[in-house]
């Protein structure tokens, strides 16, 4: 404790210490700012839904209540299919900028395509990213361990003083230990405070992400701190170790994951858009040209639905192009998802290469904004889209109107969490990952410390 009081003391007399420390603090404080501005809009977004959507259901509920409803009506009015906002927003946006955060559900998607993106965002901003808490946890806090942590040993060799500490009778381990802790503990607390309030907007459930993100970053904050004592273990002076940290943070934050990125869209390429949307447009002017032939072969493949004396109108040959279309496209959109999920496979499988990647992974996961929580949207809208044309397809190929007996059955859209099983798993996969590399990078940084401590004892 002596030794840790010692450090802290000798911290806080360091104008420059003061000075990076308050920056980290407006750092954080902006970050957070900028979270909870997308949070508020996000929030906005959902509730303006929600009534939307409350106030069409108990209007379809009084009309039933009075009379039947031709479900070629009804089937034209576009449902939504809302996401429901992430449960640590202020976190890390991940995906929240690129992901629509709703969905124009209709029947007739070749009138009113459902996929389309809704929000419009500006495409610049979209390149650059969101300065985002979890962009100055996995980015910028790393460069502030580093600036407060660099020299540990290589200054007090260069000066001599590391013979008057040895000569003391410490351990060079525990000097080492002491120094890096005491030194990496402000910012380390500025980051985990900071991990605390980005949940002070959010349900009183998150408690358990929050407990997970705060293990997260300490683990991170351990690494680099470990870094940290690699380096001086190498390092001759403090210049040279200072270098060396700046070094070991290019490759590891941007080296490796620009790296990583290129090797995985080279393995797995998605398909040309161009192509997808070329396919869409030839499917659908073939489709219309053979409208009539396709509706009597949609028939034969669904005779109970054929309607009383094979009297077609525009809406079921409308859906009878609608199937063909979808038959033409689905393979390349397909594809699309199958190099989806390859990629999202091969930066979890490799992510540890860069503590930084699985970081951000683990980050954007609790945030409720990452690959897994998304992709579970993408697949819940596309089977609300499958109950839509189950619930509306029959009826108007039957010319069956809607009553006040299929209120329960009108297709509604609820977006349901994954288990806490599984992104606690991957959580702690991530937080496990780093731990090793925190103890490997330790391991092999006082072996070295050690040798070159007994070359100056022996000196």
């Known amino acids: 404790m002596k030794l840790f009081a010692r450090e802290l003391r000798l911290l806080l007399r360091d104008r420059a210490a003061w000075a990076l420390v308050l920056l980290f603090a407006g750092v954080l404080a902006y970050a957070l700012w900028n979270g909870a501005d997308l949070a508020r809009r996000q929030r ?9 959507t409350a106030a069409f259901d108990k209007q379809v509920r009084e009309v039933l209540g009075v009379q039947a409803i031709d479900p070629r009506q009804l089937a034209r009015q576009p449902l939504t299919a809302s996401f429901t906002p992430a449960p640590l927003p202020l976190l890390a946006s991940g995906q929240a900028d690129l992901a629509p955060m709703h969905e124009s559900v209709s029947l007739f998607r070749l009138e009113q395509p459902s996929d389309a993106r809704v929000e419009i965002e500006n495409p610049s901003r979209l390149l650059a990213g969101r300065f985002d808490l979890a962009f100055v946890l996995v980015w910028l806090f790393p460069l502030f361990l580093l600036a407060l942590a660099y020299d540990l040993i290589a200054g007090d060799r260069e000066s001599g003083t590391l013979r008057m500490v040895l000569a003391r009778g410490v351990a060079p381990w525990k000097w080492i230990a002491v120094r890096a802790i005491a030194r990496g503990a402000p910012v380390l607390a500025l980051a985990l405070a900071a991990t605390l309030l980005s949940g002070w907007s959010a349900d009183a459930a998150v408690g358990a992400r929050l407990a997970f993100a705060c293990a997260v970053v300490l683990a991170y904050g351990l690494f680099w701190l470990a870094v940290a004592a690699l380096v001086n273990g190498f390092a001759k002076s403090a210049a040279s170790a200072a270098s060396a940290a700046g070094a070991a943070w290019v490759g590891i934050v941007l080296v490796i994951p620009t790296w990583l990125n290129v090797l995985v869209e080279s393995l797995h390429p998605m398909p040309s858009r161009a192509e997808l949307v070329a396919s869409a447009r030839q499917a659908a002017g073939d489709a219309e040209r053979r409208g009539s032939e396709l509706l009597s072969s949609f028939y034969k493949d669904h005779p109970e639905w054929m309607p009383p004396g094979m009297q077609a109108d525009f809406m079921q040959q409308l859906l009878a192009q609608q ?36 970081t951000h992974e683990a980050l954007t996961d609790l945030a409720g904004t990452g690959y897994w929580r998304t992709e579970a949207f993408r697949a819940q809208v596309a089977a609300f889209k499958q109950r839509v044309e189950d ?6 190929h039957g010319n069956k109107p809607i009553t006040k007996d299929d209120l329960a059955a009108l297709p509604r859209f609820t977006f349901a ?3 806490d099983a599984a992104w606690q798993g991957r959580v702690l996969a991530s937080i496990a990952g780093k731990l090793g590399l925190v103890m490997l990078v330790l391991l092999i940084a006082l072996r070295r410390i050690s040798a070159r401590v007994l070359a100056v004892s022996s000196a």
Do not use: C, K, N
Request: proline share 7%; net charge negative.
């Open 44 to 52: 906005d977004t959902a509730r303006a839904i929600e009534q939307s």
């Open 323 to 358: 199937d063909e279309v979808g038959r033409a496209i689905d393979p390349v959109r397909e594809r699309f998802a199958a190099e989806l999920r390859d990629q999202q496979s091969m930066v979890e499988t490799w992510r540890f290469l860069s503590p930084a990647i699985a």
């Open 391 to 396: 619930f509306y397809a029959p009826r108007i």
């Open 417 to 419: 969490e994954e288990p």
